[in-house]
C-alpha cells in the first residue's frame, strides 16, 4: 500500500488566516482526497483531487473556503482559507492505489483556530 | 442511500475479553466491500481489516475479525483478547456508489479497562 507524508501534522492558527495542509505520496495515485473530522465526529468527504483538473467538491464545501491544487500525481495541498473556530478540526488526506481496499490515510494534521 | 450505521457511540471491555462492533449498511450493489478502521487519539487512521461481498469466508487479520451477515446487511468487527492499546475510535465505512470515496459510520469509542 502507498505511503502518505501529510504536515503539519498540528497547528494553532489566528482567525482570518490560512492554513495549506500538503500530502505526498510516495507513489503515483490517480485519486487523491481530502477529509475533515470535527470534533467528536465522524470522517465528512471535502473533495477529490484529481490530477489536470479541477476539484470536485462535496456538498457543503467550495473552493473558495477549500482550494485545493494537485500538480502531479504524488502530491497534493489543502488550504483552509479565512479561518474561524469552527474550523478547528483534523484534516486528512487519502489515497486508493493499488487493490480495491488499497485506502491508506494521512497522519492527520489536528487544527486549532484561536 | 449508501449508509453506514454504527449504533454504539461508546463500549467498555474488560482487558483479555472479547468485544464487538456493530456495523450496519445500505447498499443496492451486487459488490462492494466493507472496512474498519481504527482512529487512535493521535489522531491517524488504522486500517484494520477488509471484506469483499464476495468473499465466502469472514475476514480475519490477527486478533480482528468481521462477522459478516450479507442478508442482514452487517458487518461486526470482533477484537479478540482486548489489550489496553485497543482503546480507540472503531469506524465502519465503504466505498461511495461512486467511487473511490470512502463514507464512514459515526464510530464507536472502545475503552479497555484494566
Known amino acids: 500500500s502507498a505511503v502518505i507524508s501529510q504536515k503539519p501534522s498540528r497547528d494553532i492558527c489566528q482567525r482570518g488566516t490560512s492554513l495549506t495542509i500538503q500530502c505526498q505520496v510516495d507513489?503515483?495515485?490517480?485519486?487523491m482526497f481530502w477529509y475533515r473530522q470535527q470534533p467528536g465526529q465522524s470522517l465528512t468527504l471535502i473533495a477529490t483531487a484529481n490530477q489536470g483538473s479541477e476539484a470536485t467538491y462535496e456538498s457543503g464545501f467550495v473552493i473558495d473556503k477549500f482550494p485545493i491544487s494537485r500538480p502531479n500525481l504524488t502530491f497534493s495541498t489543502l488550504t483552509v482559507s479565512n479561518m474561524s473556530p469552527e474550523d478547528s478540526s483534523i484534516y486528512l488526506c487519502?489515497?486508493?492505489?493499488?487493490?480495491?481496499?488499497?485506502?491508506?490515510f494521512g497522519s492527520g494534521t489536528r487544527l486549532t483556530v484561536v | 442511500a449508501q449508509k453506514i450505521t454504527q449504533t454504539q457511540p461508546g463500549m467498555f471491555v474488560q482487558e483479555k475479553e472479547a468485544v464487538t462492533l456493530d456495523c450496519t449498511y445500505d447498499?443496492?450493489?451486487?459488490?462492494?466491500?466493507l472496512f474498519w478502521y481504527k482512529q487512535p487519539s493521535s489522531g491517524e487512521m488504522i486500517f484494520l481489516i477488509y471484506?469483499?461481498?464476495?468473499?465466502?469466508q469472514n475476514a480475519t487479520e490477527g486478533r480482528y475479525s468481521l462477522n459478516f451477515q450479507k442478508a442482514r446487511k452487517s458487518a461486526n468487527l470482533v477484537i479478540s483478547a482486548s489489550q489496553l492499546g485497543d482503546s480507540a475510535m472503531y469506524f465502519c465505512?465503504?466505498?461511495?456508489?461512486?467511487?473511490?470515496?470512502?463514507?464512514f459510520g459515526q464510530g464507536t469509542e472502545l475503552s479497555v479497562k484494566p
Open positions: 447498499t443496492s450493489d451486487q459488490s462492494y466491500g
Open positions: 507513489s503515483q495515485v490517480t485519486m
Open positions: 471484506q469483499g461481498s464476495y468473499d465466502e
Open positions: 487519502s489515497v486508493l492505489a493499488g487493490t480495491d481496499y488499497g485506502y491508506t
Open positions: 465505512a465503504r466505498p461511495g456508489n461512486q467511487g473511490g470515496k470512502l463514507i
